[in-house]
T-cell receptor, first 115, second 114 residues
Framework: GAGVSQTPSNKVTEKGKYVELRCDPI?????LYWYRQSLGQGPEFLIY????????DSGLPNDRFFAVRPEGSVSTLKIQRTERGDSAVYLC?????????????FGPGTRLTVT | DAKTTQPNSMESNEEEPVHLPCNHS???????IHWYRQLPSQGPEYVIH???SNVNNRMASLAIAEDRKSSTLILHRATLRDAAVYYC???????????????FGTGTRLKVLA
């Protein structure tokens, strides 16, 4: 079946611009996670959705970052006034349920470059 | 969050077994041990997880020490396609939000030699 998909695969933007990154989770998965990965590091948690609501946004670095999941499936990560330090690979993951034994399925990521 | 310690890199010859160690001396009784791997230019991929007993699946085996302070991921016959970064992660429920997020370290970069 189809896995997690993310679009675009690459995004280059200028400092100060607004960007949106999209995640299509596996159909029927209720839990959705966003992570950010800098070069040479492991992924870093940003936000977790259970259904439509953001249950944990403790990983968002500041208020320039925002994410939505209005219908409980597709999610969009929004970054305002981008900065060069926002350059990273943004990963989305989904799992059937949010439980300690449920593995997360990751998408291929969106590589964001802020020039 | 309890932390894990892994070697930065390891090498293995093709078709030989690989033992990837992970130390987690501060593990709590409710922490599960999860392993993921990340191939170049891809998102992480689930490998295996366990709580107390050793676990086997089609990809690998997970050997958990009796005191649970360490574990070992075993690839029985390494292939070139197993070259990846392997992450050992402890996973528990965050009490207030119910989040089962992963806290990744920097993992072990496995190089497989032909």
């Amino acid at each position: 079946g189809a896995g997690v998909s993310q679009t675009p695969s690459n995004k280059v933007t200028e400092k100060g611009k607004y960007v949106e990154l999209r995640c299509d989770p596996i159909s029927g998965h209720t839990a959705l996670y966003w992570y950010r990965q800098s070069l040479g590091q492991g992924p870093e948690f940003l936000i977790y959705f259970q259904g439509t609501g953001a249950a944990d946004d403790s990983g968002l670095p500041n208020d320039r970052f925002f994410a939505v999941r209005p219908e409980g499936s597709v999610s969009t990560l929004k970054i305002q006034r981008t900065e060069r330090g926002d350059s990273a690979v943004y990963l989305c993951a989904s799992s059937l349920l949010a439980g300690v034994s449920y593995e997360q399925y990751f998408g291929p990521g969106t590589r964001l470059t802020v020039t | 969050d309890a932390k894990t310690t892994q070697p930065n890199s390891m090498e293995s010859n093709e078709e030989e077994p690989v033992h990837l160690p992970c130390n987690h001396s501060t593990i709590s009784g409710t922490d599960y041990i999860h392993w993921y791997r990340q191939l170049p230019s891809q998102g992480p991929e689930y490998v295996i997880h366990g709580l107390t007993s050793n676990v086997n699946n089609r990809m690998a085996s997970l050997a958990i020490a009796e005191d649970r302070k360490s574990s070992t991921l075993i690839l029985h016959r390494a292939t070139l396609r197993d070259a990846a970064v392997y992450y050992c992660i402890l996973r528990d429920k965050e009490r207030t939000s119910g989040t089962y997020k992963y806290i990744f370290g920097t993992g072990t970069r496995l190089k497989v030699l032909a």
